[in-house]
């Protein structure tokens, strides 16, 4: 077996070399929000964060992650608290059918964390490795930046 | 069927070598592995054994130094987009990686692997010629280098010979005066490859005049071309006496290097058209970063 640390945790997903990260996330682990559309690294939709950065879970093979830390969506709520970019995306209705989605707010936080304060440009060349099919993409940008404002927040209050 | 394969992790460069020579043909390097990953699935390539080279340390490094910049060959196109500010030749090899695939995959794609993947359309290739690079390759008895228009050997193919990793490219800068490079590329659509593409880098002594001029081309052959001896006409000249004519002299001469197919994305018709606009436009670019007029 192999150790992989998926959102803190320690877990064990098979030793087998010839399987994508994306498959072992769905499939030994059932952290199923890592979703697969393109299989090519082009639509992002499983996108996941590898000690921070944004990487397509399809193109990446599991024994890859080995030793690093994996965050996914299920990751990202502490608790029953969502992340500020999951409350934005709710707030600015940031998607349609939904399919995308966590492949966008694990993009937007890796995103925010290099430009907390961007502008709507940024944000679309941000999220420029996301393909939204139902084209909700201006809801998508709002929702970006509504994240920025939630997570800026408390800062701009300590001021 | 996709084949199946066991995976490896070198723990040095050397050992990466070592286990590619023990291995055999089957044995296939992982860089990022975004392109192998991709070519397995796709049942492009079969692999045996994957030998995931990813974090070597050794090989993940971008020196700025008096004669030469140096990136290794495991530098992820997301470190070489965020090198900018280290050098003006960077600050142009970043605006090149931004137009490479989406962020995710820049984040795991390393610019050795993009090299050794030798792909005709590759982005940051036709740069790498243009500028004069070197590729050091480190095999089982040292290290060896070879020029950049050298390394690539055809579609998918590289100098690269059984036992042997990319370790580096070594870009000269030169002694007296200014190197500067731009890239043009046709597209359809963003995240797919270039219909056509080139690169020019121009070198200017500090008496102001051009002292060399290298081209690059890309997507017009199933290598990248060297298309440098067409820059006769611009080499001797001073920046102040550049003209549209003169550059589009060269563009002409090194678009007959040029020998593009019609595929599903372009015809030859116009990609042969496009190569000659695009590298005059090219040439313009590396003129005005320079400091001149046209």
Not at chain 2, 90 to 95: H, I, R, V
């Amino acid at each position: 077996m192999t150790v992989l640390k998926v959102n803190g945790r320690k877990v064990e997903i098979s030793d087998r070399g010839d399987r994508t990260l994306a498959d072992a996330l769905r499939t030994d682990l059932g952290l199923i929000g890592a979703r697969v559309s393109c299989s090519e690294g082009e639509c992002g939709s499983c996108t996941i964060l590898v000690d921070g950065l944004p990487q397509t879970s399809c193109l990446m093979l599991a024994q890859q992650a080995e030793g690093k830390n994996i965050t996914t969506i299920e990751g990202l709520a502490d608790g029953e608290n969502l992340h500020p970019i999951q409350q934005a995306f709710i707030e600015e209705q940031g998607f349609q059918c939904g399919f995308c989605t966590p492949g966008f707010i694990l993009s937007a936080k890796a995103f925010l964390e290099e430009n907390p304060n961007p502008t709507a440009d940024e944000v679309s060349i941000g999220m420029s490795g996301n393909i939204c099919r139902c084209g909700a993409y201006p809801y998508i940008v709002k929702a970006v930046l509504r994240a920025a404002e939630l997570m800026n927040a408390p800062a701009q209050a300590a001021e | 069927m996709k084949s199946s394969f066991t995976y490896q992790r070198a723990t040095t460069p050397i050992e990466a070598v070592a286990m590619l020579a023990q291995k055999g043909a089957g044995a296939k390097i992982w860089a990022g592995g975004t392109d192998m990953t991709l070519h397995w699935q796709q049942e492009k390539t079969k692999p045996t054994v994957c030998i995931d080279i990813r974090d070597l340390k050794e090989l993940d490094y971008i020196k700025v130094e008096r004669d030469a910049i140096r990136i290794g060959a495991l530098t992820s196109l997301a470190t070489l987009e965020r090198s900018a500010d280290q050098h003006h030749v960077l600050a142009s090899l970043s605006k090149i990686t931004k137009l490479m695939a989406t962020p995710q995959t820049r984040t795991l794609a390393t610019v050795g692997g993009n090299l050794c993947n030798a792909s005709p359309a590759a982005d940051l290739s036709p740069a790498f010629v243009a500028l004069g690079a070197t590729a050091m390759i480190l095999g089982e008895s040292g290290s060896r280098e070879v020029a950049m228009f050298d390394f690539f050997q055809g579609v998918n193919k590289t100098a690269l010979n059984g036992a042997e990793i990319l370790e580096e490219v070594t870009i000269p800068l030169p002694s007296d005066g200014e190197i500067h490079v731009s890239y043009r590329r046709i597209d359809r659509t963003v995240v797919d490859i270039a219909l056509v593409n080139g690169s020019a880098a121009v070198s200017v002594g500090s008496d102001g005049v051009i002292s060399k001029v290298g081209v690059g081309l890309g997507a017009v052959a199933p290598i990248i071309l060297d298309a440098s001896d067409a820059s006769a006409e611009l080499e001797g000249t001073a920046l102040a006496d550049v003209t549209v004519g003169k550059l589009a002299a060269v563009a002409a001469t090194a678009a007959k290097h040029a020998k593009p197919i019609s595929d599903i994305r372009a015809s030859a018709g116009y990609r042969q058209d496009m190569v000659e606009i695009m590298l005059r436009r090219a040439l313009e670019d590396t003129i005005k970063n320079h400091g001149g007029t046209i």
